[in-house]
């Protein structure tokens, strides 16, 4: 289930309030410098070891991971001009994602999704401060898909070391963005393997992983359609952060989405077009057994009608038509064989009509 952590009704605004599953979690910080020429990446232990990245003229990125300390982002927002809204969004967790503006600063809520060691897809709520000599990002829990970002900026790839915050921003969102392509073809997979079993076994296992695959569908697309709206909004941005060379990366990415959306509309329309399908096997196979039935039952009709009547009780002493046969010595096999004519005279007889 996604996490919802509000502030309890009546609570004063900009009040910091710890999710109950990472109370007492000390967070874990670090720090990247960079600019044309060199690098510096180092773990941070307190707030004052951020404060000399403030004055120098490097792009700075601190990542922060885990929200157990709200004295630690108090200060952290003291120190770097958060406004206290922006703080208060960091703790509630489960948020559409959005982009807020403040004061020089923009505010990136983003839905990070990536598959654990037990291949589940695990949903993980992002923030992003973007100014504009510093980029601060906050994330619950350790790990992230931000390593061929981190990758790029040690080997000086590309436009990474050459550019500011805004396009360190662009990257980060673009590693979020894209790290969804491979969960998406994922369920391009299994859609194809369900729909092949649904058709030779369409059993209730099958019908409850369809179901998952569904729910998963419509998170994914939750996730993907307001991150959509935050490319949107920071392709237009006025604030002077993002710089106009930036903007047309961030359009490359607002495509991703696009692409995305369009995939997971297939896919919504695929999984109704699948329950079609195990609908419809169900009611072929239930047509079958019905026909065998009904089949069986004709065959038996006429032989239980004859067994009635020769069970019936008359004294042929009596009179001449009072059944004589059953004082025949082959009255017995008589009626046997009566029955297996029957019988197989309307078994030709269906088959003739090819009803079975």
Not at 144 to 171: H, S
């Amino acid at each position: 289930m996604d996490k919802l952590r509000y502030p309890p009704p009546g609570t004063a605004p900009a009040t910091l309030i710890v999710p109950p599953e990472y109370q007492g979690q000390k967070p874990v910080v670090s720090l990247t410098e960079y600019d044309a020429h060199s690098i510096e990446e180092r773990k941070i232990e307190t707030i004052d070891d951020l404060l000399p990245c403030l004055d120098n003229d490097k792009v700075s990125w601190i990542n922060v991971e885990g929200l157990g300390d709200t004295e630690f982002f108090q200060r952290l927002g003291l120190h770097f001009r958060i406004h206290q809204l922006a703080l208060e969004d960091i703790f509630n967790l489960g948020q559409r994602p959005k982009v807020d503006e403040y004061d020089r600063q923009l505010f990136i809520v983003l839905d990070m999704a990536y598959e654990n060691r037990k291949e589940e897809v695990v949903f993980e709520q992002v923030c992003i401060v973007l100014a504009e000599k510093f980029i601060i990002t906050i994330q619950e829990d350790p790990g992230d898909v931000f390593d061929p970002v981190r990758q790029r900026l040690r080997e000086g790839a590309g436009n990474a070391r050459f550019m500011k915050a805004d396009y360190l921003a662009y990257a980060l969102i673009d590693a979020v963005i894209d790290q969804y392509f491979p969960i998406i073809e994922s369920l391009s997979e299994s859609m194809d393997d369900l729909q092949e079993t649904l058709l030779d076994h369409p059993t209730r296992e099958r019908v409850r992983e369809l179901h998952e695959l569904k729910r998963l569908i419509s998170r994914i697309r939750r996730a993907v359609w307001p991150q959509r709206e935050v490319l949107g909004r920071l392709m237009r941005d006025e604030t002077g952060l993002i710089a106009p060379r930036t903007k047309p990366f961030f359009r490359d990415c607002y495509d991703h989405t696009v692409i995305m959306l369009d995939l997971l509309e297939t896919f919504r329309d695929a999984t109704r077009n699948i329950m079609d399908i195990y609908l419809s096997s169900i009611s072929l196979r239930t047509s079958e057994i019905m026909k065998v039935l009904t089949v069986i039952s004709s065959i038996f009709i006429p032989l239980t009608f004859i067994a009635g009547v020769y069970g019936m009780n008359f004294d042929p002493k009596l009179g001449p038509f009072n059944m004589p046969e059953l004082e025949w010595p082959f009255g017995y096999p008589f009626a046997i064989c009566l029955m297996l004519a029957v019988a197989i005279g309307m078994i030709v007889f269906f088959k003739r009509k090819k009803w079975f």
